[in-house]
């Protein structure tokens, strides 16, 4: 079963006041280059795998999506998707992503965000994915980069002459990596680039499109906090697609 940290009191009111949590996808610095590349919506059928408070749901309604599906395990992600939504043609409903059994060639589009890291039974996510994908359906996601999840103590490093850099130590060795963000003991599984790229390939994916995301000049300069985001990619953004 799949840690679910997101009904964790600390770590829903410390989540509840980021950015991407007040505004929405505007607050999310990569939102622009998922825009860039998600596929057509008006009239398309579409599944959001851990959907938090529904941001992408209302997104691809107001695109002309007809018929939209947000899944969560957090009840109280859930409930604010729910209090925030008056579109009848979004249903939100509570999934465990480590167990889930899709239907067969229903979605165009399957999108998903920051929600894989915390997946261990990734192959069989995958599957199910592209089993509910009609044929030249789209898969989108992003992630944390594995640069980030790589360390299992992650934090700067400091150098002698005062300089900082991420430690890029342990990236080959997956597996389950435990974190102290918002609250203690947040679990994520770190994986390689290249195994997600493989277990999407060997599924029967076609790699449309790979971005390991880092803020613009313009951004920085808008928001001097993504600075430090020019040190290592800490998001990538994979979109994937079933061959027709």
Known sequence: MTQNIYDDQDFFAGYAKLSRSIDGLAGAPEWPAIRQVLPPLFGRKVLDLGCG?????????????????????????????????KDKNITYLQ????????????????????????????????????????????????????????PKQPGWLIADNGHKSWPINNYQAEGKRITNWLAEGVI????TLGTYINLLVKQGFMIAHLNEWGPTAQQIADCPALDEEKERPMIFLLCAKKPE
């Open 53 to 85: 408070y529904g941001w992408f749901c209302r997104y691809a309604h107001s695109q002309g999506a007809t018929d939209i599906l947000g899944l969560d395990i957090s009840e109280r992600m859930l409930n604010r998707a729910m209090e925030m939504t």
């Open 188 to 191: 994520k599984q770190h994986r």
């Open 95 to 150: 999934e465990d992503l480590e167990n889930i059994h899709l239907p067969c060639q229903m979605y165009h589009l399957v999108y998903s965000s920051l929600t894989l890291h915390y997946i261990k039974s990734l192959p069989a996510l995958f599957a199910s994915i592209y089993n509910t994908l009609l044929p030249g359906g789209s898969f989108m996601f992003t992630a944390e980069h594995p640069i980030y999840t790589a």
